[in-house]
Structures are given as structure tokens and as C-alpha cells.
């Protein structure tokens, strides 16, 4: 009685003698995963339709519970449309006390302490639901405690109120980055499995600007699933889709100028302020000469609700314009197509299939208690063969057998038999200049091509990196030193293999990270790159990180795993990721191990080397002759006039200093191109016309 008393007084303060209140029953909210849905039927509503004349105005409810953080909460309407409370907000806390959601409260839930007592923002606002849709029906309170931890809560009463001049809905119409569009039919997105819904693109091209009346350049259908691990928990949820015909059917297209393909990711970076750390580890990559997964910022409206900034991307699968390896057919069961085709990754399990692989017999340094675990990609785990898990799995094995061996460092018969050293040196570049928590031990992708394509491991590409580049306030990821791949964490379920701390025993691999790293410092992974590539980011959404930070009024708030300090602004975070990078390149400078011989303008050996090309100009096949005075192997790359790297190999020593390399130059288009080579010594470049 007495509760529902101090509800009743605190409800009513806000609003006008037209405000008119309808209280709800409460009851068990269950920890087994089951939503509740609490009903409250609204008759008489004067007028029946809500909008900002007279419409939704707040939500009251007292609930106890001992860990808010569980707890998802929304407001359903007699049609369906839902607007989110609070989702996985108060950490440890217990209950919501005399708590009132109202979109014209100075503070956000997220912003809040529990017992949450007194006046707060919804995560998604109310006004949404003042459109001119019917007030009168019964409205539910939905509760879902996500986490089973033996914590089961009580609702105790919830109200419901409507009065003059709410807020309406955010107003949404154009915007200077592309505007995905989608229409659930009234169904909840799930985690799997997907769910057919209506999708528009709109996107009149570079410089051009967008509004959500345009005509669509896509006008079909999606099947969406929510995705992520850990992300899932944010309000603002990260989702994979395939874009569909109307009978369900995978549909191949074009999207913000990607090539073809069915299968995207729209991430949306909600825990990453910049909305920069992802495609920063995209770009690095990109522009070392590795496929990475191309990417548009977009602002994404489901339902008619806006929901704010997004990464529209690729996702990791084997393809011509993706990872380019060979179509593994499940008959292909011996000779040289069992030899390759094969993606495979060590990740938390995750998704339809997800856990489905083999340990590894080599325990992590960290914990010989533990293991690694390989998962397979693709082919997917429905459809390997034995055959083709047998193949893959003893080829990894080999790796690590013969890394761990005593002659693990030799140049012929040692690691790099089986494995390409350039791509792993350049994959350790990537994560050790983010400082990547996450780095060697999640979201890392392997992949085989067959042996008569030039089947050694790989590995790669990047991804997932937006709690990376200090964005964690754990592991040392908010600190600008010390090293990824050194994890003194035993009690992680997720662990480091022993392949990196291995290959930097080899003085020759240590050596050529060095020089990669002073080739690389010297532009791609220079101070004036970094700052120039994150301000050409933060230019771009100047505009649209406003609205997102308006439905999201998360800047200057503890987003798990965000570092302290809290930056209070866009452009803080900006300059404060920008100085740690800054921080973060001198500490490797100086740490870097390895010694390269090539630094400055000093010189060992007189250059005696020789670069030819032939033939100069050339249609689709080109030779690169070579000669080095090195021991050390040698890097090859092709990049275009402004310096984009788009091929890059790496060229084991040969004793006699001869170098030949015929690079795949059918996907070059036609123009002027430049052919580098850096052996260690010297650098060379040569160019050359592609009819």
C-alpha cells in the first residue's frame, strides 16, 4: 500500500489536469529466459489517438530484483510496436524503486544508479509512440531477466500515462551518409534464426545527399538475425543479414558500391564512441595489401524508429571479392582440391554450428590447463566432410608440431613450410598497434588455399576490433604499453597460442618485423596517417553523431569496457584516441624487437641489387625479376599512384639472391601501377602500365 502510494504522488507531479493514469498489476519475472509480458487495457482514452497534442507522456514501475543489469524492459503497444526501457543497465545493483521513464528528464537510465528512484530517460524514447496510432487497447510492460543466475525478480505495479504535449517522434529525414531502412512486419528481431523483413538502401552516391523519401537503390528483402557475443548485450543492437527474394532465397547485389554477395553486417559500435576502431583496423590492413572487409557508415531507421549510426559491412566468407580461396565441394575428398578452400577461426562459439571443431594438442603459455580451440568456417560445420576436417586439422597440427619443434626456425623445412610469415607479421602489426585485448585469442581467422595455388596457412582477415585502440578498461587495454600477445591472464577461458611468442624466438623473424615495421612507419603507419584518416572519419559523421548521441546519450558514461576518463564529447573522443595512438607508436618504436639494417639513409652493402619488370606494358600476366644482396626475405607489393597497397607477398631468402615473382594482375584495372620491393637493405620501385 505504501509503495504504491509514493508511486501514485510521484507519477502525478509532471503533468496537467488532462494527464490520465492507468496502473498494472505485477507478478513473477522468471530467470529461465521466458519474457513476461504485464497487461494494462486502456478504454476511454479522450482523444483515442496519441500524438504530441495529447499522447504518451510515461511509465512508472516499482520491481525488485538483486542484479538490474539482467533485466531488459519495454513498453509494448496494442500493435505491437515496442520501445526499449532500459536493457542490461544498474551493473550489480537491485531493484528499480519509484522509477518513472519520461523523454523530458534531464538524465538517461544509462546515466542512472539503482534503485533508479525518481525521473529518467527511456534508451528509446516514448515520442515514438505519439504518431497517430490508436492509444486505446491493452499495453504491456515486457521484462526479460537475460542472465540465468538464480536471480528471479518481482514486479510489484507499473503505470502507464498519458498527457498534453509529450514528445513526439525523433525527427529523422535525410542525411549525408547512406539511410538503411528496415520493416520487421511487426516481428522482434531474435539472435537466430533469421526473419524475412523488408529492407530499402538508399544512396544517391558520394557528395550526394540522402532523405529517407529518395528512391531506394535497394528495394527487396533481408533475412536478419541479431549477432554478436558480449555486444548483445547493448540496447543498441548489432545485426547480420542476407539479402533475400520475396520466396526467402538468397539474392546476390551490389550494396554502397561492394561487390555482389548475400551476406552483410550492420555493427553497431555501441560500447566505441569514434565509430572509427573497426574500420581503422579494416584500413590499416587494407593498405598493408591484405583483403579486408569493406565498410560505409550508415544511419539505420527500423520500424520508423531511428536508431542511429551503424557500420555497414562485409562479412568474413569465402568469395571472389572477399576471401579469395577455392570452393571446397563436400565430393572434393582427396588429391590437390582437399588441399585447400578452408577458413576456420579461434573465437568464442557463437551462432547456428557455432563450437563445432578440434583442440589443438599445443596448450596456451598462460595455462597448460587450458586449450585452443579451432572452429570451422567454412566449409561450414553442417556441411565439412570427414575427410576434409581430418585434412585441415592435421595441417594445423603439422604447423604447430613443427613450430614447436627444435628446428622450427629453419628456413626450408621450419614454420614458414606451412605457414606465409608475411601475413602473420603484419597480423601481429594490426594487433599490437590497437593493443588489442581481444588480440590472437577471438575473432582470429585462418585461412587455406589448396597446395597448387600456393597453399600455406594464412592468417587473417581482421575483425572485431572496437574495444581495441584503448577501449578497455582491462588486460592493460587502456594502457599505451606492453604487449597483446604476452597474456599473464590464466583464468581466461580464452587464451593466447604459443605461435607468436615462438616466432619472435626466431632472430630472422624478428628481423623482418622489424623492417615491415620501418617500411610501414615510414607513411601507411605514420603519426600524419593516423591523425589525418581518424579527423577525414570524424568529418563525416560530424552531423549524423549528433542524432546518434541524442537517441544514445551515452558520451561522458561508463559503456562496459570504456577506460576512465570518460571523454564528455564527440570530438574528446576523437582527440583522446588520437594521442593514444600517437603514445602508442613511439612505445612500439623503441620496444619493437628485431634489428633492420635499412633505417635512415645508412647503408651496410653497396647497393648492387636490380629490378626489372617484363613485359612493361601488360595485359593480365607480369614477371618481377629480382636481385638481393639480403639474407632476409623479401617483401613484394603493387600499389596505385596514391599509395594504396593492393597486393602484397612475401618471397622466402633464396642463397643465390635471385628473386622471381609473377603476381595475379587480372583484377588490376587499367592505368598506371607501382611494383616495391624491400628486401631489408634496400627498397625498390619500378612502374609499370596495365592495358
Known amino acids: 500500500m505504501n509503495r504504491c502510494f509514493k508511486l501514485l504522488i510521484i507519477i502525478s507531479l509532471p503533468f496537467t489536469i488532462n494527464a490520465q493514469t492507468w496502473f498494472g498489476a505485477g507478478g513473477t519475472i522468471p530467470d529461465d529466459g521466458t519474457p513476461v509480458m504485464f497487461p494494462v487495457n486502456i478504454s476511454n482514452l479522450l482523444p483515442s489517438t496519441i500524438d504530441t497534442i495529447h499522447g504518451l507522456a510515461g511509465i512508472g514501475l516499482n520491481l525488485t530484483h538483486p ?3 539482467d533485466l531488459l524492459i519495454a513498453l509494448v503497444a496494442p500493435d505491437g510496436t515496442s520501445v526499449i526501457l532500459s536493457n542490461g543497465n544498474g551493473w550489480d545493483g537491485d531493484n528499480y524503486t519509484g522509477t518513472h521513464f519520461t523523454d523530458t528528464a534531464s538524465l538517461s537510465i544509462a546515466q542512472g544508479f539503482p534503485p533508479f528512484t525518481g525521473f529518467y530517460r527511456p534508451q528509446e524514447m516514448l515520442g515514438w509512440m505519439n504518431n497517430g496510432r490508436e492509444g ?6 515486457y521484462i526479460l531477466d537475460m542472465y540465468a543466475w538464480a536471480d528471479q525478480g518481482y514486479l510489484a505495479n507499473w503505470s502507464i500515462t498519458f498527457g498534453d504535449n509529450p514528445t513526439g517522434p525523433f525527427l529523422f529525414t535525410s542525411s549525408n551518409l547512406p539511410i538503411v531502412l528496415i520493416d520487421t512486419y511487426g516481428q522482434d528481431i531474435p539472435d537466430d534464426p533469421k526473419i524475412q523483413v523488408g529492407m530499402k538502401v538508399i544512396d544517391n552516391g558520394p557528395g550526394q545527399r540522402n532523405y529517407i523519401t529518395d528512391t531506394p ?24 543479414f542476407e539479402t533475400w527474394d520475396e520466396s526467402g532465397e538468397e539474392l546476390k547485389v551490389s550494396l554502397l558500391g561492394m561487390p555482389e554477395e548475400t551476406d552483410w553486417i550492420l555493427n553497431a559500435n555501441y560500447t566505441d564512441k569514434t565509430f572509427c576502431r573497426n574500420t581503422l583496423a579494416y584500413k590499416v590492413s587494407w593498405n598493408m595489401g591484405h583483403y579486408s572487409t569493406r565498410h560505409e557508415h550508415v544511419e539505420v531507421v527500423i520500424n520508423g524508429i531511428y536508431k542511429g549510426v551503424y557500420i555497414f559491412s562485409e562479412k568474413i566468407k569465402r568469395d571472389a571479392n572477399r576471401v579469395d580461396i577455392a570452393k571446397l565441394k563436400p565430393d572434393e575428398n582427396s588429391g590437390d582440391p582437399l588441399t585447400g578452400g578452408y577458413i576456420f577461426k579461434i573465437d568464442k562459439p557463437t551462432g547456428s554450428g557455432g563450437g563445432e571443431g578440434w583442440e589443438s594438442d599445443f596448450p596456451p603459455p598462460a595455462n597448460p590447463d587450458r586449450s585452443i580451440f579451432f572452429q570451422y568456417e567454412y566449409p561450414k560445420a553442417d556441411e565439412i566432410t570427414l575427410q576434409q576436417k581430418e585434412y585441415i586439422s592435421d595441417y594445423v597440427n603439422t604447423f604447430e608440431t613443427t613450430l614447436a619443434g627444435p628446428d622450427f626456425d629453419d628456413p626450408e623445412n621450419g614454420f614458414r613450410k606451412y605457414a606465409d ?15 588489442n585485448v581481444d588480440g590472437y585469442r577471438l575473432s582470429t581467422f585462418l585461412y587455406k588455399e589448396r597446395e597448387s595455388l600456393g597453399g600455406k596457412l594464412r592468417i587473417g582477415p581482421v575483425w572485431d576490433y572496437d574495444i581495441a585502440w584503448h577501449n578497455a578498461n582491462y588486460y592493460g587495454g587502456e594502457e599505451y604499453t606492453g604487449w597483446s600477445y604476452e597474456f599473464p591472464y590464466p583464468d581466461d577461458n580464452w587464451q593466447v597460442p604459443f605461435w607468436w611468442s615462438r616466432m619472435l624466438e626466431d632472430s630472422t623473424f624478428a628481423n623482418n618485423l622489424k623492417c615491415r615495421w620501418t617500411f610501414l612507419r615510414d607513411d601507411l603507419l605514420s603519426d600524419a596517417w593516423f591523425d589525418q584518416y581518424i ?16 537517441i544514445w546519450p551515452i558520451l561522458g ?11 564528455q564529447t564527440y570530438a574528446e573522443e576523437i582527440s583522446v584516441l588520437k594521442n593514444w595512438i600517437h603514445q602508442r607508436m613511439s612505445w612500439l618504436d623503441a620496444n619493437l624487437p628485431g634489428t633492420c639494417y635499412s633505417v635512415g639513409t645508412e647503408q651496410l652493402v653497396e647497393d648492387q641489387t636490380g629490378l626489372s619488370v617484363f613485359p612493361n606494358p601488360a595485359w593480365n600476366s607480369i614477371s618481377v625479376f629480382y636481385t638481393s644482396k639480403s639474407t632476409q626475405d623479401v617483401f613484394l607489393s603493387i600499389s596505385d599512384p596514391s599509395g594504396r597497397v593492393f597486393l602484397l607477398e612475401t618471397v622466402n631468402f633464396s642463397p643465390d639472391g635471385k ?33
Open 67 to 69: 542484479y538490474d543489469a
Open 136 to 141: 486505446n487497447g491493452t499495453w504491456y510492460l
Open 217 to 240: 537503390v535497394y528495394d527487396a528483402y533481408a533475412g536478419i538475425e541479431i549477432r554478436g557475443s558480449s555486444s548483445q548485450m547493448f540496447p543498441k543492437k548489432s545485426y547480420g
Open 421 to 435: 610469415e608475411g601475413t602473420f607479421i603484419d597480423y601481429f602489426i594490426v594487433n599490437e598497434i590497437s593493443k
Open 535 to 550: 579527423d577525414s572519419i570524424a568529418q563525416v559523421l560530424d552531423e549524423s553523431q549528433q542524432r546518434n548521441f541524442t
Open 557 to 567: 558514461t561508463y559503456v562496459w569496457p570504456n577506460p576512465w576518463p570518460y571523454p
Open 659 to 691: 628473386i622471381e615473382w609473377r603476381p595475379d594482375i587480372t583484377r588490376l584495372k587499367p592505368g598506371i601501377w607501382f611494383i616495391s620491393v624491400y628486401d631489408g637493405l634496400f627498397r625498390k620501385t619500378e612502374r609499370f602500365v596495365k592495358f
